[in-house]
Each structure stands twice: as C-alpha cells, then as structure tokens.
C-alpha cells in the first residue's frame, strides 16, 4: 500500500502558471468579442422594434377593415408612443367596450389616453406620416424609421399605398 505523501506526488492537475495563462487567453478572447455582441444586440433591439411596429401597424389596419371605416395611427415621436384613432365608420369590436363612440382605441396594451410604447425600448426616431388606412386595407405611403436605445442601428417601417408594411434598411427607396 502506497502511502499517502506518493499519492501527492504522482497527483495530476494544472499548475498555477498554466490556469493563469488559461484565464489571460479567455480574458483577450472577451475583449475582443464584446464589441461584436453589444453591435449584435443593438441590430437585434431595433430589427424586433420593427417588426412589433409592423404588427401594430396590421393591427390598425385590421381595425379600418372590421370597422368598416377609417383609423389613423398617430405617432409621438417626442414621448415615443403611438395610438390608433378611428376618424370614420364604427367602432371597431375590443376598442373602447364600455365607451364605443370614443375615436380612440383604448384596449389590452394601451395607457389611459389609449397610447401603445414599444416594448424594448427602442425609439420612433422619424416619421413623415401619421398612417391612415381604410375599410379595404390601404392606406397612406410612409416611411417611420425605429432606432435601438442608443441610436447606434436604424431600420425603416415602409408603408405602401396598398397596405403592404416592409422593413428594410436605411438607405432603402
């Protein structure tokens, strides 16, 4: 039987020079990708902002089309929020049940004054239009531009006179 100062010495593990070597490479392997995420991550934040918008956008257009009528999305770039109001035609069904001859279309998602933020903090940074769209589902062209937090990635929301909502990047027509 061994005795227990040779299991000492024929023990197997890593040095303290090679764990610190290890931990120096992990360290400058760190550096150098975290750059590379924080710019992955703000793309992301500002592509999902986009595509929420293009839901609430559908949304609103949906409404035009049940109410048989008009609604508008009106935009506040200044406290990043928006909202739909109708502007002709009837209520629409799960806007305003206990008040429906309010234009405005408050439900589940939205403040007292019926206003919509989204969700990840990305900001409405431009628009150049308030979107209308009618009881066949078209509407007004317009481009609204979604930043990320830090106003570092962009895309456009691009809405056609169709009906048709597009993301696409910055510089597209």
Do not use: W
Request: charged share 15%; glycine share 8%; hydrophobic share 40%.
């Amino acid at each position: 039987m061994r005795s227990s100062r040779s299991n000492l010495i024929h023990a197997h593990g890593f040095s303290l020079a090679e764990l610190l070597v290890v931990i120096g490479i992990i360290g400058i392997l760190a550096v150098i990708t975290l750059p590379v995420f924080v710019n992955v991550l703000q793309t992301q934040q500002a592509r999902g902002a986009a595509q929420e918008l293009v839901t609430l956008l559908n949304q609103a257009r949906q409404l035009a089309i049940t109410a048989n009528g008009k609604y508008q999305v009106e935009i506040d770039i200044d406290n990043n929020r928006l909202r739909f109001v109708r502007t002709s035609g009837d209520a629409a069904p799960g806007c305003n049940p206990g008040n429906p001859a309010n234009p405005v279309c408050i439900g589940p998602g939205t403040d007292a004054e019926g206003y919509r933020r989204l969700e990840n903090q990305a900001r409405l940074s431009s628009t150049n239009v308030n979107p209308t769209f009618n009881h066949l589902g078209t509407g007004d062209n317009g481009t609204i531009m979604v930043e990320d937090s830090r106003s570092s990635s962009s895309l456009n929301v691009v809405i056609s006179s169709m009906g048709r909502i597009r993301i696409c990047p910055p510089d597209c027509p």
